[in-house]
Structure formats: C-alpha cells, structure tokens
C-alpha cells in the first residue's frame, strides 16, 4: 500500500475515533448519564469535593471531547492519542465495577472480558490512527 493509501486510511480513521470520543464525552453532561457513571465508580474510589464522582464524570467527559478534538488537529494528534489511551486504562475500573454489577447497571455492564477486549482494540486503533 501506498504511503498515500495509509494517510488516507489513518485520517479516516481519526475521524472515526473523533467522533466516538467526542459523542461519548458529550454524554457525561447529561444527568441521567452522569447518575449512572457515577455510580460505576467502585466504592474505594470515591471521595468528596473535587474529586467526587460526578466532577470525575465531568471530568471524564472534558477528556473525551478534548482527547477527541485533539486526534483531529495534527500537532496534537499524538499527545491526544497517548492520553487517550492512558485514559482508556484509568476509567477500566469503573468499567470492571459495572461488570461486576450487572443487575444495578443493566446493559452499561458488559461482561469484564469483553469489555476488556474492546478497550485494548480501541487503544490499538488510537495508536495505529497516529503512527
């Protein structure tokens, strides 16, 4: 394939990743969202004040549409790709917690290793859209 073809592909696929992030990130400012994932955040996380879990959740929500946007514009599309990942890793255990609660969370709780799987596929394709 030509570097040209690869280019292509990536931008799409940027593109792609973008608007997922974003979309997701736009979500935690809904409060029903923000009930729910709130609640995700396991119990031996949970503080009060600035670090209480609906300002994580908003929190959260201000790193997706940045790391999102960030993947669109080309000087930052690498930070944005490395923070997204690492973001990826820090709100798993929220994810786990859900899993592990399936009749409290209904569908937002996908199995542990599904889950697992899709974050570690969505991670590569965070990498492989800036490499």
């Known amino acids: 394939m030509s570097s040209d073809v690869i280019d292509g592909l990536q931008l799409v696929l940027r593109v792609i990743l973008a608007l997922i992030f974003i979309g997701a990130g736009i979500t935690h400012f809904f409060p029903s969202v923000q009930r729910t994932m709130a609640a995700m955040i396991p119990p031996r996380l949970r503080t009060r004040g600035l670090a209480s879990p609906v300002n994580l959740v908003v929190f959260t929500g201000l790193c997706e549409v940045a790391g999102g946007l960030g993947l669109l514009y080309p000087p930052t599309m690498a930070v944005a790709a490395g923070a997204l990942v690492l973001f990826l890793a820090?709100?798993?255990?929220?994810?786990?917690?859900?899993?592990?609660?399936?009749?409290?969370?209904?569908?937002?709780?996908i199995p542990l290793v599904p889950r697992l799987i899709a974050q570690l596929a969505l991670m590569v394709l965070i990498v492989l859209a800036v490499l």
């Open 90 to 109: 820090a709100v798993f255990p929220a994810n786990a917690y859900a899993a592990r609660h399936p009749k409290r969370f209904g569908r937002v709780a």
